[in-house]
C-alpha cells in the first residue's frame, strides 16, 4: 500500500495510544461533568429506531410498552445526549481525517479477499457488534469505558469480554484485512 505524503513526512501515522488513552479519559470527566453520563454509542441507535417506529406505526408503538415510552415523551427521542454525541462522532472523524490527509472513500481489504467479502463481513461484524450490545446491555464506550470510569466491577469485566473476544476473533478473521 502506497503511502500519502500530506502536511509533512509523517502526515498518515494515528495518534500515539497512550495520548489518546488519556485523552478518552478526560472527554469521559467531561462527560459525566456536562452531562451526568457517562458515553455510549449503542443508545443512540435505539434511540433513532424508537423515533422511526413511533413515525412509522404510531399504533404499534403505543401498544409496545419498549416503544411506548418514546410515545410519551415530551421531546423527540432524537434530541437525547446520545445522538448529539454520537454525530460529534461523526463530525469529529470527519474533520480528523481531512486534518491527517486521509479522507477520501475507499474500501480497504487484504490482497486476499475482494472488496465485496470486506462490505460482507463489515456488515456482519457491525450486526453481531450490535447485537452483542444489546445483550451486555451497552456497547464498548457505555459498558466498558464508562463503566470503568466509575469503578463498576461489570465495567471492567465488560471491556476484559469485549477486547478479549475481540483478540480472539481476530485471530480467525485476520485474513480478512492483513
Known sequence: MKSLKHRGEHANEYMNPYIAGVLLG???I?????S????GGSGAFKDIVKTTVVKVAPEYAA???Y?????????SPLKTWLVFEVLGLM?????????????KLQIEHSPKITSRTRIIFAILGGALFGIGSQLGRGC???AGLSGMAVMSVSGFLAAGAIFGSGYLFAWFFRKLWI
Not at 451526568?36 to 458515553?39: C, I, K, T
Not at 416503544?67 to 421531546?75: G, I, P, V
Request: proline fraction near 0%; hydrophobic fraction near 45%; glycine fraction near 20%.
Open 26 to 28: 478526560l472527554v469521559i
Open 30 to 34: 467531561a462527560s459525566f461533568f456536562f
Open 36 to 39: 451526568g453520563e457517562g458515553l
Open 63 to 65: 401498544g409496545t410498552s
Open 67 to 75: 416503544f411506548k415510552s418514546a410515545t410519551e415523551l415530551d421531546h
Open 91 to 103: 463530525i469529529g472523524g470527519i474533520i480528523s481525517g481531512a486534518f491527517a490527509g486521509r479522507l
Open 140 to 142: 464498548t464506550s457505555g
